[in-house]
């Protein structure tokens, strides 16, 4: 495999989201507002005629000791007081030092009695040097600031930590801290007292819209759904189970971990108001994934890290991928759920399903535990679903990070196409993998597509641009049995790490892009995604085209960005040197991006430049590469 840049940790907020600091308040004027003291300045006199002093040396002395203790950067700023010519230093006797401090002390002493005979100061107990004091100065000179008894008894010590505390609360949405007057969220506009986990993204987002009154559906209910009963009204199956919820930081840090437990209930508050589950999709019984199936995937030193976690209350495996004593079970439940759902799928027992699981998987390796994940969900599923009969499998991840792990896994099979949609920026985003040109080796060249995006904020527009000319007619042409998607909501609008812009209704209408393959039968399976009403609307969407409903996708403007345009481009440059069926697309993408440098493209004057036919279970679609209207649905014509 190519050397990629190391990128250390997913963990990374954009560059917009900025932290709240606290300015400390210098030590003598912390002091003089918890006591209440009167804030005292010598005067311009005073201080000359104190400086006057210290600089007078003392007769028979070749150094001046004075009374407060010189640090190092009084050394480095004063060297006139001690720096003499070496053959004075010659026959300096070091006895003599306890004389000179009391000589210099005296000196000093006088000196600031005199000044303060000269010039008092009406109604002052003290008074202030213009010198910053220093710890050892408090303590060596307690009379500067001793009040008397009577007026420190009713001096409340706590006083001292609320000038530091700074009161603030998490984002139950995105886990950003606001500071505690914060109504809402400065980030994505939560209410602090939103009740997204029990309504999902059906929850208002400003205030608090509840029913006190109301019955809220509980997270518990899912595993109680009976499921031969639910199997005769839908063949849309849901893999879950609540101890996957167990799996949590127990470190705690500056604020929440993205990849919390609150992301599963979200996504089950919304599907249970929806009336989707329970109601209209079924359950599969959970059971832990074995250790002979994971070792189809994982190296045996990849399994055993994993499972001594549980031994333990906490643990990393990096900076930002953590474990405590439940997490290697829920990983086990996870990948269970998945490996069953495909083989229910696969078998015909379900038309398709949805793995409502954590932790994620996709950056879990052949050896390597990364990214929020431990075991490689979609690769255990892709190899279950291929030993209940799938001779070929898709796994289409458009996660907002590339999965090098399903990368490394499939690799080198041609019985698996990984297809990833990802920011890249040069290898600058996390994982720093997926680059155009990694297109697998050892005799499976091009079954690894990689479409990196080159900045943030990619939409809509240029997801579906990338799906009808490179995704689509990729896939057809390689046919597979069996697609998984490996579906993280990251790339969503508002998620705080992706910073991307894809809508609920974007998701819906790639799932039902991808439904036409392999008859449907399909398996969704949850990856990343840390804004709640983001993934759990998006969740919501993807399942009602599981389920049959049709999408309706509302677009401005079909067309995609500039740098989108080139970035499918580049992809098609390189993969149509395996895929015969991408040649013609490549011609027409080309003149796009002809077009595009010379600066001609028009909205109001874009020719279409042709279509794709695409066959796919002996159906063909019209997909179009350029829609004329600037407002228009994205839709794929079926041919008579």
């Not at 010198?131 to 303590?139: C, I, N, R, S, V």
């Not at 690799?411 to 990694?438: C, M, W």
């Amino acid at each position: 495999m190519d050397a990629h840049p190391q990128i250390s940790t997913k963990y990374q907020y954009p560059i917009h989201i900025r932290y709240k600091y606290v300015t400390m308040i210098k030590l003598s004027e912390l002091h003089r507002r918890v006591t209440g003291a009167p804030q005292m300045k010598a005067t311009i006199n005073q201080a000359d005629e104190l400086d006057a002093a210290e600089a007078m040396p003392p007769p028979n002395s070749k150094r001046v000791r004075v009374k407060k203790e010189l640090t190092f950067q009084d050394m480095y700023q004063n060297q006139d007081l001690f720096d003499q010519d070496d053959d004075e230093d010659d026959d300096w006797d070091p006895s003599q030092k306890q004389a000179d401090d009391g000589v210099a002390q005296t000196a000093v002493s006088d000196s600031i009695h005199e000044v303060s005979e000269a010039n008092p100061q009406p109604n002052a107990k003290r008074v202030k040097v213009q010198k910053e004091l220093t710890f050892q100065d408090l303590y060596q000179s307690q009379e500067l600031f001793d009040e008397d008894d009577e007026e420190d008894d009713d001096w409340d010590p706590t006083q001292l930590q609320k000038c530091l505390e700074v009161i603030k609360w998490f984002c139950k949405n995105c886990t950003m801290d606001n500071l505690n007057n914060d109504v809402c969220c400065q980030i994505c506009g939560e209410h602090k007292d939103s009740k997204i986990l029990s309504r999902g993204h059906f929850a208002s987002r400003f205030a608090q819209d509840e029913d006190p009154n109301e019955i809220q559906p509980s997270i518990k209910r899912l595993k109680d759904v009976d499921s031969l009963e639910s199997a005769a009204n839908s063949s849309t199956a849901i893999g879950f189970d609540e101890r996957m919820l167990l799996h949590a930081e127990v470190e705690m840090k500056s604020r929440p971990h993205p990849e919390r437990p609150d992301r599963l209930r979200a996504i089950a508050a919304s599907l249970a108001r929806a009336g989707i589950f329970p109601g209209r999709c079924h359950s599969i019984p959970a059971r832990e994934i074995t250790q002979e199936e994971l070792m189809m995937v994982h190296s045996s030193e990849h399994i055993e890290s994993v499972e001594v976690t549980s031994k333990l209350m906490s643990s990393y495996f990096t900076s930002d991928t953590y474990a405590n004593e439940h997490s290697a079970c829920a990983a086990r439940l996870a990948a269970g759920l998945c490996a069953d759902l495909a083989s229910a799928v696969v078998s015909g027992r379900a038309k398709n399903g949805f793995a409502l699981v954590r932790p994620p998987g996709h950056h879990a390796g052949v050896k390597d535990v990364m990214g929020f994940c431990l075991h490689n969900n979609a690769a255990v599923a892709a190899l279950a679903a291929q030993a209940a009969g799938a001779r070929k499998v898709l796994i289409l991840d458009w996660d907002v990070h590339h999965g090098n792990g399903t990368q490394e896994i499939f690799e080198q099979n041609k019985s698996v196409l990984y297809i990833s949609l990802h920011r890249h920026e040069d290898g600058t985003f996390y994982p720093g993998t997926g680059g155009a040109h990694e297109v697998g080796y050892m005799g499976a060249e091009g079954y690894c597509v990689n479409i990196p995006w080159s900045r943030g904020g990619v939409g809509d527009n240029d997801y579906i641009f990338a799906f009808q000319n490179v995704v689509l007619p990729i896939a057809s042409e390689f046919a597979p049995d069996f697609t998984i998607i490996s579906a993280g909501f990251d790339a969503a609008r508002g998620d705080p790490l992706g910073g991307c812009d894809i809508t609920p209704s974007g998701y819906a209408q790639m799932t039902h892009m991808l439904n036409a393959l392999s008859g449907g039968k399909m398996l969704v399976i949850l990856e990343g995604g840390y804004n709640l009403r983001s993934i759990s609307s998006s969740a919501t969407s993807v399942i009602k085209v599981l389920l049959g409903e049709s999408p309706v996708c509302e677009l401005e403007n079909s067309f995609p960005t500039k740098s989108g345009l080139q970035t499918v481009f580049e992809v098609l440059d390189i993969q149509n040197n395996f895929w015969p069926s991408l040649k013609p697309i490549f011609k027409n993408v080309m003149s796009l991006w002809e077009m595009q440098c010379l600066g001609k493209k028009d909205k109001k004057e874009t020719p279409n430049f042709g279509t794709n036919v695409v066959e796919v279970e002996s159906q063909k679609f019209l997909i179009p590469y350029a829609e004329r209207p600037s407002s228009c649905k994205i839709k794929m014509t079926l041919l008579s």
